[in-house]
C-alpha cells in the first residue's frame, strides 16, 4: 500500500546512454512532480503536471522529457546521460494543484553516471 | 521569483536542549510555509506547515513560528532527541499553481 513508489531505486549507468524512472502515486492526487537533489542536499523542482497536464517546467535540459500517462503515473527520461546527472531523483504528489498542499514524496532513485 | 535562504546550514544540540532554524523569503505574496524533515536515505516528510493567516502554530515538540512584516520563518524544536537528528528543510510558495521553492536545508546532530 506504497504512496508513491518509483522504480529503479538505483540506477548505475555510463555517459551517453538513455535511461527512464517511473513513478506512480495510489494517493487519488491530481498533481506530480520531479525533484532533483543532488550532493548538496538541494531539492530543486523540475517539472510538475496536474491532471497530465506540464505547468511547471523548470530550466532543464531538454535531454530530460517527462511523460505523464495518466495522473496516477510520471516518468522521467533521460537522453545522454551526463556525469552532472549524478544526483538522487525524487517523484512527488499533491491534492490539487499542489503549491500549496502537503506534497508526498518517493523514496528516491539514486543515479549515478559514470 | 521566489528564494528562500536558510541558516544554519548545520546544527548540533546535546539532546534535551532546543533547536531553532531560520528561513528569510524574497516574494511577499508567499502564503504557504511547510517544513520537511529527511533522515538519512530516506524521502523527505511534511512534518508541519504554516499559512500566511496564522503566525504560530505547534505540534507537540515542533513549532513554527511567521512574521509576514520581516519575511521570516522558524522552526523550533523542544526536548530534543536523538531521532530529531535528520535534514531539515523550510519552503514556499505564493499560491495554488506556484512551486515550492525550498531551502538549502539544515543538518540537524542530536547528541546523546
Known amino acids: 500500500d506504497t504512496a508513491v513508489s518509483q522504480t529503479p531505486k538505483y540506477l548505475v549507468t555510463q555517459m551517453g546512454n538513455d535511461k527512464s524512472i517511473k513513478c506512480e502515486q495510489n494517493l487519488g492526487h491530481d498533481t506530480m512532480y520531479w525533484y532533483k537533489q543532488d550532493s548538496k542536499k538541494f531539492l530543486k523542482i523540475m517539472f510538475s503536471y496536474n491532471n497530465k497536464e506540464l505547468i511547471i517546467n523548470e530550466t532543464v535540459p531538454n535531454r530530460f522529457s517527462p511523460k505523464s500517462p495518466d495522473k496516477a503515473h510520471l516518468n522521467l527520461h533521460i537522453n545522454s546521460l551526463e556525469l552532472g546527472d549524478s544526483a538522487v531523483y525524487f517523484c512527488a504528489s499533491s491534492q490539487g494543484t499542489g503549491g500549496n498542499n502537503e506534497q508526498f514524496f518517493g523514496p528516491g532513485t539514486r543515479l549515478t553516471v559514470l | 521569483g521566489e528564494n528562500v535562504e536558510q541558516h544554519p546550514s548545520t546544527l548540533s544540540v546535546q539532546e534535551g536542549d532546543s533547536a531553532v532554524i531560520k528561513c528569510t523569503y524574497s516574494d511577499s505574496a508567499s502564503n504557504y510555509f511547510p517544513w520537511y524533515k529527511q533522515e538519512l536515505g530516506k524521502r523527505p516528510q511534511l512534518i508541519i506547515d504554516?499559512?500566511?493567516?496564522?503566525g504560530e502554530k505547534k505540534d507537540q515538540r515542533i513549532a513554527v513560528t511567521l512574521n509576514k512584516t520581516a519575511k521570516h520563518f522558524s522552526l523550533h524544536i523542544t526536548e530534543t532527541q536523538p531521532e530529531d537528528s535528520a535534514v531539515y528543510f523550510c519552503a514556499a510558495s505564493r499560491n495554488s499553481w506556484g512551486k515550492l521553492q525550498f531551502g538549502a536545508g539544515t543538518q540537524v546532530v542530536v547528541t546523546p
Open positions: 504554516i499559512r500566511s493567516n496564522v
